[in-house]
């Protein structure tokens, strides 16, 4: 670790394992001139091979002392460095046609995804590695446990993929749990239907609220059992036997 002690609070697992550092740059497959952005860019395990493969790279660090790594390695003309919390990120100030990588901090997987959703107009695609569990989530089929509210929020705007599992043998440290790389793709923006898409993030959020209720109970102060009814949903079917068309099609309907 190169005397850097690991710091639980900002989610530091050290990829350490090469061959597994080798396949996600490979999955990636950057090309020179593209617009590359790493969220966390850590000790640099994947920055270095990453710029192996391209002019120019971006990265958004938050500890301070691995900022100042990052500056005494890289030069300006390789790396632009910004020093920052992700979440707090706009990235559409970088450019558009980005692709997003990196190995995430866990601890913010599932509010860091929702903000880099916000940003998928301005995004090429995204490759990152995730508790196995958070990526099992996002690629979930309605009907199964699995599906909840990243499901159904990430599979509107994007196309995902689980790439393959990363065992915690090749951290350090080792976290306690299976990691996995997913991909993802934005929709074209003619394929995001929804017309008012804080209504469809509502109606989302409180659908799984109680995910033992049902849909009556739960939408309860948003819609009633007839207006359910009105889009061919049964007000006794739970939230995740919905599919995200049927959240689409119940928000378009709420949307005046
Ligand atoms: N990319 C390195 C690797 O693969 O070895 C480090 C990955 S480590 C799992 C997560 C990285 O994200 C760390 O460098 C950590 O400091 C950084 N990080 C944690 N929270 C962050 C935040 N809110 N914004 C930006 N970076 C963050």
Do not use: W
Not at 3 to 13: S, T, V
Not at 239 to 252: I, P, Q, S
């Amino acid at each position: 670790m190169k005397g850097h002690l690991p710091r639980k609070r900002f989610g530091q697992n050290f990829l350490v394992c090469r061959g597994t550092i080798a396949k996600i740059v490979d999955a990636i497959a950057p090309r020179r001139i593209d617009r590359v952005v790493e969220i966390g860019p850590g000790l640099g395990a994947l920055t270095e091979p990453l710029l192996e493969r391209l002019d120019h790279l971006h990265v958004v660090e938050i500890d301070r002392d691995l900022i100042a790594r990052l500056h005494e390695r890289f030069t300006p003309e390789q790396v632009t460095i910004y020093e920052g919390d992700a979440l707090k990120f706009d990235f559409g100030t970088i450019g558009t046609d980005l692709r997003v990588v990196g190995n995430l901090p866990y601890n913010i997987s599932t509010p860091l995804l929702f903000h880099l959703a916000g940003f998928a107009a301005s995004v090429c695609d995204m490759h990152f590695m995730l508790q196995k569990e958070v990526v099992d989530r996002m690629v979930a089929d309605p009907g199964t446990a699995d599906f909840g509210r990243l499901s159904v929020m990430l599979q509107y705007r994007f196309a995902m993929e689980r790439l393959f599992i990363v065992p915690p043998g090749a951290f350090n440290p080792a976290p306690k749990v299976d990691s996995a790389i997913v991909r993802l793709m934005p929709k074209p923006a003619a394929a995001l239907d929804a017309r008012d898409e804080a209504l469809l993030a509502k109606l989302v959020l409180a659908a799984f609220g109680q995910r033992r209720k049902m849909l009556r109970n739960n939408l309860r102060d948003l819609v009633d059992e007839a207006g359910l009814e009105a889009v061919g949903i049964k007000p006794t079917a739970r939230a995740e036997e919905l599919a995200v068309a049927d959240y689409v099609r119940l928000a378009n309907a709420l949307t005046k």
